[in-house]
């Protein structure tokens, strides 16, 4: 079998953003999955808008979140049931989304893994790896079908990277021998799901619409929360200690039991199709690499549910380390351009996983005397909750000035037509790096060699501005000239994970720009760009 490019071990959200963008950039891709099939229920609920965007670039996007809505907000309860902290979401992100969505994952795997499929991404369902070597060439990988002892049911892979998507117990992460770190933090909830099967009375302060969520934070294990899954679907969660067995607890007599005793439901209201313990806990891998074999999604990283950005770090890392290794496989870029991949996101994570933590344990004290001063101090207003962590990457490829706060920053995503196409930007043009200069034709500016290397590397060159012209697009919705406006730019070369690698204060700094950005992509590439070039 002719070597793939890059085999990805396991097939949750990671996994699936990792084959269908990696696949979509022309590489051959093979997933090893140890379950015969995709999960088909949920585990998380909410998803930001920027990882909404990473769907639209791995997905059908419309179809992946054709059951959800604009998550409003989220209510913190005291025992005594009264609101102690509202937290307001109803705003839409930089990336062109709302910032908190709700939604039904298996929608968003099935559209992720149609795209794999269908840019021809091979993937072996109800196989697991069992062992893999690798060398200065590649990587060789032993799979067995799951449960099978039968020598028959085994097969050997190579590709030049492997890359360990496959959960926090990640086989691919032991047999690297990567330690992880973390704290002693631990809980536990037992998530009951259910479908509503009528409008549902007000209860704890919800509205009809149930576009928000509640956080009753009661002492001494009392603790419950109401989360919306999509818009048909609800999770009831209840505070479980971590370190007990909970079976009397987790059948669906015990569920409908505990609804109608905390929330007054009944049979009539709901209907529980899955009841479940998911305990967590904080832990990062002290590396997320080991020569041709790299960790992401859980593999590398795990958290607390809190912040709801356990799968939103997952596609992160898909993204981020999708588009390094399509230039390193395709020549444009030394291997060195993997190691920031840890660099930038590293960082970023190791602040969720931290505040993420906080939160939980600020939200869940068991302590009543701890959670009663907790609660005053809310109500009078002398302390808040952990802020929510910066998305930004502050070191990795990026070219940073003193007082330059866009650069490392998400990229705007704004509604543009051009060529009789209007859309989301990334829909009328395509998912990849962008220089996006406000109102001109920047095209004219740049010479031959940089027009060349940002072919090469699938750069979409384009001005917008309040009128389509030739090389400009229609700011429909003025989000860019907001955003220019904002940070008093002209100009700015995003990367395709969406943050700003540089930005430009006249438009004659865009060759410069590109200069630098093919400076820190640097490798082999000057080779492939002058081959490019000589072919056209």
């Excluded at 670039?57 to 209510?75: F, I, M």
């Excluded at 973390?182 to 549902?200: N, Q």
């Excluded at 990283?301 to 390193?328: E, I, Y």
């Excluded at 930038?344 to 005397?369: C, F």
Aim: aromatic share 8%.
């Amino acid at each position: 079998m002719e070597p793939f490019d890059v085999i990805v071990s396991g097939y949750g959200p990671t996994g699936q953003a990792f084959a269908s963008l990696l696949s979509r950039l022309g590489h051959r891709v093979c997933v090893i999955e140890r379950w015969p099939s995709l999960y088909g229920l949920p585990r998380l609920c909410t998803i930001d808008g920027e990882s909404a965007r990473i769907v639209q670039a791995a997905g059908n996007v419309d179809e992946a979140l054709r059951d959800s809505h604009q998550l409003k907000r989220t209510l913190l309860l005291n025992e005594d049931e009264q609101l102690i902290l509202k937290m307001d979401h109803d705003r839409m992100a930089i990336s062109g989304y709302p910032s908190h969505i709700s939604m039904y994952q298996p929608h968003i795997e099935d559209a992720m893994d149609a795209a794999a499929r269908q840019h021809g991404a091979t993937i072996y369902q109800g196989w697991e790896v069992q062992s893999w070597t690798q060398d200065e060439n590649g990587v060789t990988v032993e799979a067995r079908q799951t449960g099978s002892i039968d020598p028959a049911d085994t097969m050997t892979l190579q590709a030049k990277y492997l890359i360990g998507a496959d959960g926090a117990r990640s086989a691919v992460r032991e047999s690297a021998g990567i330690m992880r770190d973390g704290s002693d933090f631990r809980s536990a909830w037992i998530c009951v799901d259910a479908v509503r099967k009528r409008t549902l009375p007000k209860f704890w302060g919800l509205s009809e619409d149930m576009r928000e969520s509640v956080i009753m934070a009661a002492p001494e294990g009392r603790a419950f929360a109401v989360i919306p899954i999509g818009d048909r679907r609800l999770r009831f969660e209840f505070y479980a200690d971590p370190a007990s067995t909970h079976d009397e607890r987790m059948g669906f007599d015990a569920g409908y039991e505990v609804l109608e005793r905390v929330h007054g439901l009944t049979r009539d209201d709901v209907e529980i199709y899955r009841s479940v313990l998911f305990p967590f806990e904080s832990r990062l891998a002290r590396t997320w690499q080991k020569g041709r074999v790299l960790l992401a999604g859980d593999a590398a990283h795990t958290m607390t549910p809190f912040l709801a950005q356990g799968a939103c770090s997952g596609l992160r890392d898909a993204v981020n380390l999708s588009w390094k290794l399509d230039l390193v496989l395709r020549g444009l870029s030394d291997p060195s351009l993997l190691d920031m991949y840890f660099v930038e996101r590293y960082p970023q994570v190791r602040e969720v996983v931290t505040v993420s933590e906080q939160i939980g344990a600020w939200a869940m004290e068991l302590d009543p005397v701890k959670a009663r001063t907790r609660d005053k101090q809310l109500l009078d207003g002398a302390v808040l909750p952990p802020p929510p962590p910066a998305a930004d990457i502050d070191d990795g490829v990026l070219f940073k000035q003193p007082n330059e706060s866009a650069v490392g920053q998400l990229a705007p995503q704004g509604r543009v037509s051009f060529g009789g196409r209007e859309g989301k930007f990334d829909d009328v043009f395509s998912w990849g790096f962008q220089l996006i200069v406000r109102d001109a034709d920047v095209r004219a500016t740049l010479s031959d060699e940089d027009r060349a290397f940002l072919e090469a590397i699938h750069c979409t060159v384009i001005g917008v501005g309040a009128m389509e012209s030739d090389g400009v697009a229609a700011d429909i919705d003025g989000s860019y000239a907001a955003y220019f406006d904002e940070h008093h730019i002209v100009g700015m070369i995003a990367r395709p994970d969406f943050y700003v690698f540089g930005i430009m204060h006249e438009l004659d700094d865009a060759a410069f720009l590109v200069g630098e950005l093919r400076r820190q992509l640097s490798g082999s590439h000057e080779r492939a760009v002058h081959e490019a070039a000589h072919a056209s």
